[in-house]
């Protein structure tokens, strides 16, 4: 079984950031991603859909030290989903992507410095093998 997102997009804000009581950097921010299709009628049509981000750890405390309202970010996470009962009794949902891996694909203003490196987490389970080899490459 496999529950793998990779996403690149736009912040739609920046981050919320918060401190756990363990001690942990939690970042929460959004992105939107755009996809073109066509409409019955046949025209083009742009349609974006907007993604909770949720880093943790060392990927939150680079969230919180670079990430801002319109950069161009690649994450790689995993969907997670949560249901809590509101104070009225009703079921509340929300979806978030937990990050795994986060890449600043664009270049900072220049208030910021330039390191464009991948962030991955604190943790003992090695990076997914993104090698490409010519056996890879379809044509």
Known sequence: MVNKVFL??????????RVAPSGTVVANFS??????????????QQETE?????????????????????????IEGHIHYNSWEDKEG???????IIAERLRLLDK???NEGYNNDAVQP????????????????PF
Not at 31 to 43: E, L, V, W, Y
Request: charged share 35%; net charge positive; glycine share 8%.
């Open 108 to 110: 900072p203003s220049q």
């Open 8 to 17: 690149i997009g736009r912040v739609g804000r920046d981050p919320d950031i």
């Open 122 to 137: 604190d943790t003992n389970v090695p990076p997914a093998d993104t090698s490409v080899t010519d056996d890879d490459v």
């Open 31 to 44: 992105i939107a991603t755009d996809r073109n299709r066509r409409d019955k009628d046949g025209n083009w």
């Open 50 to 74: 907007w993604h909770r981000i949720v880093a943790f750890g060392r990927l939150g405390e680079t969230a919180r030290d670079r990430i801002k309202k319109g950069r161009l970010v690649f």
């Open 90 to 96: 009703f079921k509340r949902y929300n979806t978030d």
